[in-house]
């Protein structure tokens, strides 16, 4: 089970860098990605990257986010910049494909004013 940290509640056009510890042993032999599920929607993918560091955003988010791993501190972070309020959601990390045993209970992002 992945450990979800850093969010919060922001202003509009504020910034929040999520993290999320990541055993060794896996984090260089999967495609991680962070995903999203704001109320009442589906939990969606907003960014990944591979074990070549190669990264994919949704449209939605490309520009303000980036997603990163520290190798030294075995985690893979988000960082957020030019938050809206539609960005508004409980954030998780998981593999991709995701397995349903890695996911944990997620980091809230609150964006009002």
């Known amino acids: 089970q992945m450990v979800e940290s850093g969010g919060g509640l922001v202003q509009p056009g504020g910034s929040l860098r999520l993290s999320c510890e990541v055993s060794?042993?896996?984090?260089?032999?999967?495609?991680w990605a962070w995903y999203r599920q704001g109320p009442g929607k589906e939990r969606d993918m907003v960014a990944r990257?591979?074990?070549?560091?190669?990264?994919y955003y949704v449209p939605s988010v490309k520009g303000r986010f980036t997603i990163s791993k520290d190798r030294a501190e075995s985690t893979v972070n988000l960082q957020m910049n030019s938050l809206k309020p539609e960005d508004t959601a409980v954030y998780y990390c998981?593999?991709?494909?995701?397995?349903?045993?890695?996911w944990g209970q997620g980091t809230r992002v609150t964006v009002s004013s």
């Open positions: 990257i591979t074990n070549e560091d190669i990264t």
């Open positions: 060794r042993l896996i984090l260089n032999i999967n495609t």
């Open positions: 998981n593999a991709v494909p995701p397995y349903d045993a890695w």
